[in-house]
């Protein structure tokens, strides 16, 4: 099982500063990673995936990238919508897998 | 509006049953792969299980194998999970969701729609 840990657990940022998540993987793998984002009381929105490609609808502020076992998104410009918990999750191998979360948080 | 919308949570006690309810609207829940992934109070999220488009493939973590079954009826665009033999610790809420399909032909196991989640709570 390829195990995802996510750091920092949370992350304080400001508004309109730039916010950077890392994703790391137990066992290495190509681009099967997608990223979401969940706000209290919701779904899980899809913002990533293939590693770095922005879902339908997502804004441009919002980018992935990575491979192997180190992965990142990043939030270019912090908007009040985006404080919310983000999670990774491969695709890559059985069991699907999901990190731990990132809480992005108002500082 | 394209959604999926979960119901059948409630509280049951330990070795008791329940059947979870998705049902699809606006787009085409047949020619679509769905999954059921849960969420424990303050946790994060753990897949449960999968299911092909047709039905003909099913697949189940191990923490849920052999008393979980995923099934759906396309006639209905609905997606159901029967759990059975319960424990505390299956105590989470329950969303169903859609997987891709590239180009119409390659299938990839991330999620694009998600429901709203269905509380199911496991104790005496």
């Known amino acids: 099982e390829i195990v995802l840990t996510q750091s920092p657990a949370t992350l304080s940022v400001s508004p309109g500063e730039r916010a950077t998540l890392s994703c790391r993987a137990s066992?290495?793998?190509?681009?099967?990673l997608a990223w979401y984002q969940q706000r209290p009381g919701q779904a899980p929105r899809l913002l990533i995936y293939?590693?770095?490609a922005r879902a339908t609808g997502v804004p441009a502020r919002f980018s992935g990238s990575g491979s192997g076992t180190e992965f990142t998104l990043s939030i270019s410009s912090l908007q009040s919508e985006d404080f919310a918990v983000y999670y990774c999750?491969?695709?890559?191998?059985?069991?699907?897998?999901f990190g731990g979360g990132t809480k992005v948080e108002i500082k | 509006e394209v959604q999926l919308l979960e119901s059948g949570g409630g509280l049951v006690q330990p070795g008791g049953s329940l059947r979870l309810t998705c049902v699809a609207s606006e787009f085409a829940f047949s020619s679509n792969a769905m999954t059921w992934v849960r969420q424990a109070p303050g946790k994060g999220l753990e897949w449960v299980s999968r299911i092909s488009r047709g039905g003909g493939f099913s697949d189940y973590a191990d923490s849920v194998k052999g008393r979980f079954t995923i099934s759906r009826d396309d006639s209905k665009n609905t997606l159901y999970l029967q759990m059975n033999s319960l424990r505390s610790e299956d105590t989470a809420v329950y969303f169903c969701?859609?997987?891709?399909?590239?180009?119409?032909?390659?299938?990839?196991?991330?999620?694009?729609?998600w429901g709203r989640g269905t509380l199911v709570t496991v104790s005496s």
């Open positions: 066992q290495s793998f190509s681009s099967n």
């Open positions: 969701a859609k997987a891709v399909y590239d180009s119409g032909v390659y299938l990839y196991w991330y999620f694009d729609l």
């Open positions: 293939r590693a770095s």
């Open positions: 999750q491969q695709y890559n191998n059985w069991p699907l897998t």
